[in-house]
């Protein structure tokens, strides 16, 4: 099987014409499935994007949110939004919903948005200022302490849902594919060829998840985890554990691309 990964590919950058021509590229590496690791639009038109991309492609899409996807609406109301309209269409699948994805014989699919959960790094001298926080309803007009307490709230979220649903993908796949849209950790956060800095870190990692991932894989030494994400617009592979492989996707806005075609064993 093969799967076309996509990360940060912010539909609303291009027009009609510009996302036809972006779903002629994808369709044209034939894949099986398509991978897309979040940042896919802003509220107003994500489900409109969404829909166009399945009626163009008619193949199984497999998504999670990013930080962006919730632009000038709310995170709680944008994703029931993407369950009530993905509902009747069978090829949209939004991975938080979905539990465990077969995938092959071998290889489960599992997936959550993830969030900057604002522990790696250093959120307390941090200077920096995200347009998730004047743009997101969740984020907007928080004092820092109380913006500390949603971002990790929502990291803890992203973790407790895959603390639950990767020992049910282990049970049934030896190799299992992650898809988020946050890095899990420091060494997958790139950023121009390094790591981020402690400025950038708390944005852009996720901590509560990187640590669900440590446990689950130390405690199967004999099953595989590769993780696909976004966010930092920047790639590297961070090979964390013997079974534990992060790969985190190039981006640049008006340009989308097709990260990688994998093959799924
Ligand atoms: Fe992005
Ligand atoms: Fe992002």
Redesign the pocket.
């Known amino acids: 099987m093969q799967a076309a990964w996509l990360?940060?590919i912010?539909l609303d950058f291009l027009s009609r014409q510009g996302c036809d021509t972006f779903f002629t590229t994808i369709a044209s590496h034939n894949p099986d499935v398509v991978f897309l690791t979040?940042?896919i639009s802003v509220a107003p038109s994500l489900l409109a994007h969404l829909h166009g991309m399945s009626e163009a492609l008619h193949k199984p899409i497999y998504f999670v949110l990013?930080?962006?996807d919730f632009y000038h609406g709310s995170i709680g109301e944008v994703r029931a939004s993407v369950r009530e309209g993905c509902h009747a269409n069978l090829l949209l699948k939004y991975l938080p919903d979905a539990g465990v994805i077969p995938l092959t014989a071998s290889t489960g699919l599992v997936g959550h948005d993830g969030w900057g959960d604002s522990r790696y790094g250093n959120y307390a001298t941090s200077p920096v200022k995200l347009n998730d926080h004047v743009l997101i309803k969740e984020l907007t007009g928080l004092t820092p302490s109380k913006l500390e307490q949603q971002l990790l709230r929502l990291g803890d979220e992203a973790a407790t849902y895959l603390r639950k649903t990767l020992p049910l993908a282990f049970d049934r796949y030896r190799q299992v594919i992650l898809l988020t849209?946050v890095p899990p950790f420091r060494e997958s956060c790139w950023y121009q060829g390094q790591v981020s800095n402690n400025e950038w870190l708390p944005f852009f990692a996720c901590q509560a998840v990187g640590e669900v991932l440590r446990e689950t894989m130390e405690a199967r030494p004999h099953c595989q985890l590769t993780v696909y994400c976004?966010?930092?617009?920047n790639s590297g592979t961070a090979h964390v554990l013997p079974n534990l492989t992060i790969f985190t996707g190039a981006?640049e806005?008006g340009v989308p691309q097709v990260n990688a075609v994998i093959e799924v064993e």
């Open positions: 990360t940060d912010h979040g940042d990013g930080n962006h849209h976004g966010h930092t617009h981006a806005y």
